[in-house]
Structures are given as structure tokens and as C-alpha cells.
């Protein structure tokens, strides 16, 4: 009796490596320190971190707490976490059951959709979108549905959000204060979104790691806070951004009790638990840092917003100004090249300041003549990034 031959599989990447292309952000970073420029593409955030915070870190390390912690983070940090999120988010989280202390909130975002949803389900993006929201429902064979939101101020159209839906649809992603367009989201348009959640039965997933960083007089107001809206919400923030230190990978997620176990599960197992000294810089840092801390933090990134919408207008790259986050995205029609990419490019040969394209931001065809500037910088760096800008004149 003969057997068929077997015959090896052919050595490849998986359907969706083949289709995957190094983050334009990432990849304008090793352009820029190529070329020794100032980093105005990514949201690297280099200002020094409170000094509670580190101390603590330091403190930990030599106090022996170098192990794994429990898979949904430390007591003190959670117990830290639900006291800020009732005094400044309106909401009522057991620490007990309903927080996970994450691997950055990317980690969060990443173990949320591995728990609760299918592959091919559909979740929609508010577009201008955080490009690595739609890579990571790509990742897990999910589909990112697009909803624009229109330019200038980035307004929320709810019939066109209504229209996006499928069903397939599974969940919105709200990102406010949103990364790249520094939107921040109006009560009426979360009330809106929050109509269509329910009729439709939609979770909602928002990413509120900017919820400090405000100008003027916007108001952030966190979507689980809302009229119903508990049940369905997965909250994810972190310390990234608030505590200037972005390269710890230290967030966390808040949820109805129901979601918790499975969300952790998976973040169990991608990441086992965040790193265990970091947390204890994190719960020190919420513990000790006053009111005071936050106000001026975002009255500091609104001195940046000015500094920098000032010299992008006198270089002829006109600022949709935000009302959040740190980041500005510019019209670049004046500079040379066809695509967003090029023209980013042509800037940093220039002047030495790194941008990124606009396209990193919207669905194909979009976004070509925008480009998108960070201004979490130190003050020096960024008053020679707005001198070089304002030499294009």
C-alpha cells in the first residue's frame, strides 16, 4: 500500500502580515533621528515625569516588588484608579472587580477586543482615526468601519454615524480628547453616539488617555458616565501621558464586573501583568499629586498649543486648532510633493522637523494634503522646532 506524498506548506507570512506596513509614525521617528531632527511626529512625550512618581518606581525596585503582581494589578493602585475615576470621571467602579491594571492602554484595547468580539465583526472609527486603533482590530481579523467626522472642527454627523451600521457592527470606538485631531467631544454627540449604542446594542470602547490635556474651556466628560451607558462601556485611560511616561506601558480598563474576567484572561496572557514597580510609581503618583498638578499641566499644553499654532501659521501651514490632546493637524497644501508622505519628508530635509502624513489618519485618499504636529516637548526643543518652522516663510 502506498501513501500520497506529503507535501510541505509553503513558508509565508500570515493573510494580513503580507498586507502590513511599518507605522508611518515609527517610521518618520527613524527618519528624523537619522537625520538628527526635532521629533515633532510622535507623541513620545519628553518632559520629565513628577518626581513622586519616580521615587516611588525606585522605591519599589529596592524594596523587593520586582515579581508578578495578581493579573489585574496591585491593591493600592486600583483601590487609587476607582477613587480618581469617581472624583474626576463620575463613575462608580468596584476596585475589586471591575478595574485591570494593563500593558499601556494599547494593551488594554488588545485584550478588550480579543475578549469580546468575533473575527469579521465589524467596529466603527471616528475618523480623523488613531492609526493603531485600526491596526489592532485588523490584527484580530476584525473590520474597522469608518465614520467621517467634518473638517474643520471635526463635528459629528449622527445620521452618517447611523448609517454606518451593519449587522456586523459590534462596537464604537471613541477616542476623546482624540489623537491626531484633538477633538474633544461634545455631551450632545456623546448623547448622540449613545442613542445609536443602544438601539443597536453596541459596546463602546473609548480611549481617554488625553482626558487632561484641555484647552480653553472644553469639558471631558467619559462616556460610561452617561445615562445607561455603564453596562456597555469598556474605559480605557492610562499614565502615559499625564505622567510624561509614555515608555512604561502602564494603563488600565474599566468595565461592568460581567467583562472583566475574560478581558484579563487575555491580557493574562499576552502580557501576564504590568510591570510590577512601575504601578507603584503610578498609585504614588495619584495619590500625592494635587488638584493643582493637573491644572497646571494643561494650562503648560496650552501655552505649547499657542507656541506652535503661531509659528505653523506663520509658515503657511494652517492649524486646525484642538481643543485636546497635544497634536495639530496643518494644511501642507504649500509644500512640495504629491503625497502627505513626501511632503512630511520635504519638510524634515528643510528645517529639521519631523511631521507625519496626514494619511496615517484617514481611509485611503484622504488626509493628502494634511500633516500632523506633537507638541509634548520640552520647551527648548519646541521653540527651536517653531523657529525652524516660521524659516519656510
Request: overall charge negative; hydrophobic content about 40%.
Amino acid at each position: 500500500m502506498t501513501r500520497n506524498p506529503i507535501v510541505p506548506l509553503k513558508l509565508a507570512l500570515s493573510e494580513i502580515s503580507a498586507d502590513i506596513l511599518q507605522s508611518e509614525i515609527r517610521a518618520m521617528s527613524v527618519e528624523c533621528d537619522r537625520v538628527h531632527g526635532i521629533n515633532l511626529a510622535q507623541g513620545v512625550c519628553d518632559i520629565d515625569p513628577p518626581p513622586p512618581v519616580v521615587e516611588a518606581a525606585i522605591a519599589a525596585i529596592h524594596n523587593g516588588h520586582n515579581i508578578y503582581t495578581r493579573l489585574d494589578g496591585i491593591s493600592n493602585l486600583r483601590f487609587e484608579i476607582a477613587k480618581k475615576l469617581s472624583d474626576y470621571n463620575g463613575l462608580a467602579i468596584d476596585p475589586e472587580s471591575g478595574i485591570l491594571v494593563t500593558a499601556g492602554a494599547t494593551g488594554a484595547f488588545l485584550a478588550a477586543c480579543m475578549a469580546l468580539f468575533n473575527p469579521g465583526d465589524e467596529v466603527l472609527l471616528f475618523e480623523p482615526f488613531y492609526g493603531y486603533h485600526r491596526d489592532m482590530l485588523q490584527s484580530q481579523r476584525l473590520k474597522p468601519v469608518t465614520v467621517q467626522l467634518n473638517a474643520p472642527d471635526w463635528g459629528l454627523d449622527p445620521d452618517r454615524l447611523e448609517h454606518s451600521i451593519t449587522a456586523r457592527t459590534r462596537a464604537i470606538v471613541i477616542n476623546t480628547p482624540c489623537n491626531p485631531s484633538g477633538k474633544v467631544f461634545r455631551r450632545q454627540e456623546l448623547e448622540a453616539i449613545a442613542q445609536v449604542a443602544e438601539r443597536h446594542n453596541l459596546f463602546a470602547i473609548t480611549d481617554e488617555i488625553y482626558e487632561y490635556f484641555l484647552c480653553g474651556d472644553a469639558k471631558h466628560i467619559s462616556f460610561a458616565s452617561l445615562p445607561g451607558m455603564a453596562e456597555r462601556t469598556i474605559t480605557i485611560s492610562g499614565f502615559s501621558k499625564t505622567f510624561s511616561i509614555t515608555g512604561w506601558r502602564l494603563g488600565y480598563l474599566a468595565a461592568d464586573p460581567q467583562w472583566i474576567p475574560a478581558i484579563g484572561y487575555f491580557h493574562d496572557i499576552a502580557y501576564v501583568c504590568a510591570p510590577s514597580p512601575l504601578q507603584h510609581g503610578a498609585a504614588a503618583g495619584l495619590l500625592q499629586l494635587s488638584a493643582d498638578y493637573y491644572v497646571a499641566l494643561a494650562k503648560e499644553y496650552e501655552q505649547k498649543r499657542d507656541q506652535l499654532v503661531e509659528a505653523l501659521i506663520a509658515a503657511g501651514l494652517t492649524p486646525s486648532i484642538p481643543d485636546g490632546a497635544y497634536y495639530i493637524l496643518a494644511d501642507a497644501s504649500r509644500l512640495p510633493g504629491t503625497t502627505a508622505k513626501e511632503k512630511a519628508r520635504k519638510l524634515l530635509a528643510r528645517t529639521g522637523v519631523a511631521g507625519i502624513a496626514g494619511t496615517a489618519f484617514f481611509t485611503e485618499g484622504r488626509g493628502e494634503n494634511l500633516l500632523r504636529f506633537c507638541y509634548a516637548k520640552k520647551p527648548k526643543d519646541l521653540a527651536e522646532a517653531c523657529q525652524r518652522l516660521q524659516s519656510l516663510t
